[in-house]
């Protein structure tokens, strides 16, 4: 006979703002201590992470949207505070995704990115052109960020992220047969039209600031830009998305 999930029952509800699971949750907003777990602060969101394997905790208030192992009923306050908004009927706490070790044949690749919220919408346009995986620099914003994880729209759980030393890491790709484009301008720079169609591509963004490092120029085999009219720069999760959307099509 299989073990039945243990639920906490109505007179178990954490009331308690001084309570150690609710002080543990809410330190989660802070980087250092999201090492193995994360808050999911939008509704939908835990619920993708419920089907895809990454829910770890369901925290809710009044009636549980959905039966899970580990649950736990909380008051309004409480969900409050570990939220630090309000409104919310239930929320999470996330498991780290999984990175695999081999490579399908379209890349985004990260360099130093700063805005969590940047890399949230490169994952969600990732997903939608099909770039299945993304590849951080050491360097790029953490991924667990609660703006991260909205912005991406459930993507983080249908994509490869992986973290590696780029300058280790973009060789290697090479070898495997990827050509590399750098996004920047430079006097030998392609427009994103002129590029030949490749089976394995990848591409880089930099970060929002400073853009592509010249040592990373200096390794790609290719550096592109967007045609534009009237502006000379775009938001880096915006030109992420058109050139993936581009490139989706070759």
């Not at 999930?5 to 949750?25: A, Q």
């Not at 070898?175 to 169609?197: E, I």
Request: proline share 2%.
């Amino acid at each position: 006979m299989s073990a039945q999930p243990c639920y906490l029952d109505k007179e178990d509800m954490i009331e308690s703002l001084e309570n150690k699971k609710v002080k543990n949750w809410t330190k989660l907003h802070q980087k250092k201590y999201r090492e193995n777990e994360y808050l999911l602060l939008n509704e939908d969101i835990v619920k993708i992470a419920k089907e895809k394997g990454y829910l770890k905790t369901l925290i809710y208030v009044g009636e549980a949207p959905f039966e899970f192992n580990e649950s736990y009923e909380v008051s309004a306050e409480v969900l409050n505070k570990i939220a630090k908004k309000d409104g919310l009927n239930f929320i999470g706490i996330g498991k780290r995704v999984e990175e695999k070790a081999s490579y399908n044949d379209r890349i985004i690749i990260l360099e130093d990115l700063s805005d969590p919220l940047n890399i949230g919408r490169i994952m969600e346009s990732a997903y939608l052109f099909g770039f299945d995986t993304v590849l951080l620099s050491n360097n790029a914003a953490d991924i667990y960020h609660p703006k991260c994880i909205e912005a991406s729209k459930g993507a983080i759980y249908c994509l490869n992220i992986v973290r590696k030393d780029l300058s280790v890491e973009i060789p290697k790709l090479k070898d495997l047969g990827f050509r590399v484009y750098a996004t920047g301008l430079r006097d030998n720079t392609l427009s994103l039209t002129d590029v030949k169609p490749h089976d394995k591509m990848a591409v880089i963004l930099g970060n929002e600031g400073s853009g592509v490092k010249e040592e990373t120029f200096d390794i790609s085999d290719d550096i592109i830009k967007i045609d534009m009219h009237n502006i000379d720069s775009l938001n880096v999760a915006m030109a992420g998305a058109i050139i993936m959307y581009e490139f989706s099509n070759i």
